[in-house]
């Protein structure tokens, strides 16, 4: 497994997993890493639009890794789907992804995922 880091320490989160491409990765590990769900979380900005077939005007949480043996590829979250919502609340950070995550506690979160023109809750709970 190999530690990620995405966007700027207030916004990252180190998660084992498979990149997606060297220009999105880091080997140096954040402040505040955790394992639970198996996937690597981008803030969501417009020059992410085009490649991942989504709006410039989009918010959320970009999928940029996806451990194969998590809990998130289990649930069926993809690389480049945008995580908008947690539990009904929207999520813009990583911080605040993490946080309505923690609240779920051992309960399956309900996760809002924008993919390309489709739009699909799907549930997600930490790996066991």
């Known amino acids: ?10 916004d ?6 498979v990149p997606c491409s060297d220009e999105e ?13 198996g996937l690597t979380l981008r803030v969501f900005t417009s020059d992410f639009a085009q490649r991942y077939g989504l ?8 999928v940029t890794a996806v451990d194969p043996n998590g809990s998130a590829a289990a649930a069926g979250i993809r ?3 945008l995580i908008q ?8 950070t990583v911080a605040e992804f993490t946080a309505a995550m923690q609240r779920s506690g051992a309960k399956p979160a309900l996760v809002l995922v924008k993919r390309r023109n489709a739009v699909i809750y799907m549930t997600l709970k930490a790996n066991s």
Not at 12 to 17: D, G, N, R, V
Not at 25 to 37: E, I, L
Not at 55 to 62: R, V
């Open 85 to 92: 919502e947690v539990n009904r609340q929207p999520v813009k």
């Open 25 to 37: 990765t880091s080997s140096t590990a954040a402040p505040g890493s955790n394992q639970k769900f």
């Open 55 to 62: 709006g410039a005007d989009d918010q959320g949480l970009l």
């Open 1 to 10: 497994m190999v530690p990620l880091t995405q966007g700027t320490p207030a």
């Open 12 to 17: 990252s989160w180190t998660h084992p997993a």
């Open 79 to 81: 690389q480049g789907d």
